[in-house]
């Protein structure tokens, strides 16, 4: 390690990668967040009475170093920021790797260590990004596109997608918001680029107006961002959009034999699995290890956004799966925190 830092003459490795910070046109406050936290790791390492072994450099510093200094600050922090934290450092080791100053990252181990609740399974499909990029080649109905991008781009459930009204989508076009009212919540001022998916809708239940048929599953309401690519496959749908039945205004209508009306989960199945046997996805009697589903694109979007930001709790918080002191957290940095990450690393798919 210190051979590479040498090399580089990088004599600060923390102070680079705040520079660096500052040069990618991070916030003030975010480079100050980083600041906090590395140096207070470097300050653990650095004392052989609290780092066993001691004392090391960032450098230096190996996996049981970084899992001591894990254990150190549990006892003062919640487990969001305990996992906050981690993910400052992971990003850190992984910049410095990528730019050639360091040769490991001693907290790639860690992290996938660290207890988490968020979906994993290890026997189901695995489809990479470039894979489901094909996939999406294929779409080229605005409809069955927009319902696809929708779902791999979020991680919503069917159910929450099928409940989505014009009022939940916040994006900023001139020509849609002529033929449309868009972002009417209360909780979307502010928040262009956004998608509102609430947590109070039952099956039954009469939201907007309207008795839905499909229930939303997640713990917390969310506000998920919307990025240009998103934002562009919204936009050829909503183009061609039909009028709608219901006087909710659902943003995903039926263009087949139930025109104009809602999506029901059942619909969204069909459109997936048709295009899924298409790519030799899906076989009838298959089971969820092998089809690809609705629910699969989920565990899709949980899989590839973890392993690129290294930050469960942000991941924790989009799929809306957690408690009420991480989503406290991660809605007060919603402006920066959230949709910053979210952006640097959402795979692109169009």
């Not at 850190?92 to 996938?112: C, D, G, H, K, R």
């Amino acid at each position: 390690m210190s051979m590479a830092i040498e090399a580089t003459g990088v004599d600060d490795p923390i102070g680079y990668f705040l520079q660096d910070l500052e040069y990618h046109g991070r916030s003030e406050r975010t480079q100050e967040a980083y600041e906090r936290v590395l140096r207070r790791f470097e300050t653990f390492l650095a004392d052989p009475d609290r780092c066993p072994g001691g004392p090391f450099t960032p450098a230096e510093a190996g996996r049981r170093e970084c899992m001591a200094w894990i254990h150190s600050i549990r006892a003062e922090h919640r487990q969001s920021t305990v996992a906050t934290y981690a993910s400052y450092l992971h990003r850190f080791y992984t910049y410095m790797i990528q730019v050639e100053v360091f040769e490991s990252n001693p907290m790639a181990l860690v992290v996938e260590e660290m207890d988490e609740t968020i979906e994993k399974d290890p026997q189901r499909r695995d489809i990479s990004v470039s894979e489901m990029r094909r996939f999406v080649d294929e779409i080229v109905h605005p409809l069955d596109r927009a319902v696809i991008v929708s779902l791999l781009k979020t991680g919503m459930r069917v159910g929450e997608l099928c409940n989505l009204d014009l009022r939940d989508l916040a994006i900023d076009d001139e020509d849609l918001e002529t033929a449309y009212t868009l972002g009417g919540r209360g909780q979307l001022n502010g928040r262009v680029g956004s998608i509102y998916v609430a947590n109070d809708v039952n099956r039954g239940d009469s939201i907007n107006g309207e008795r839905r048929r499909a229930a939303n599953k997640r713990r917390r309401a969310t506000i998920l961002p919307v990025d240009d690519e998103l934002h562009g496959t919204l936009r050829r749908w909503l183009a061609v959009r039909p009028d709608a039945v219901s006087d909710a205004e659902p943003l995903f209508l039926s263009t087949r034999d139930d025109w104009g009306q809602r999506l029901t989960p059942p619909m969204v199945r069909s459109i997936v699995s048709k295009y899924a046997r298409a790519m030799d996805w899906y076989h009838t009697g298959g089971d969820a290890t092998e089809n690809v589903t609705p629910h699969y694109f989920r565990h899709f979007f949980t899989t590839h956004l973890r392993d690129r930001t290294g930050d469960r709790g942000i991941v924790k918080y989009l799929r809306g799966d957690v408690a009420g002191d991480i989503i406290d957290t991660y809605t007060h940095n919603w402006g920066n925190r959230v949709r910053e990450v979210y952006e640097e690393n959402i795979y692109q798919l169009v």
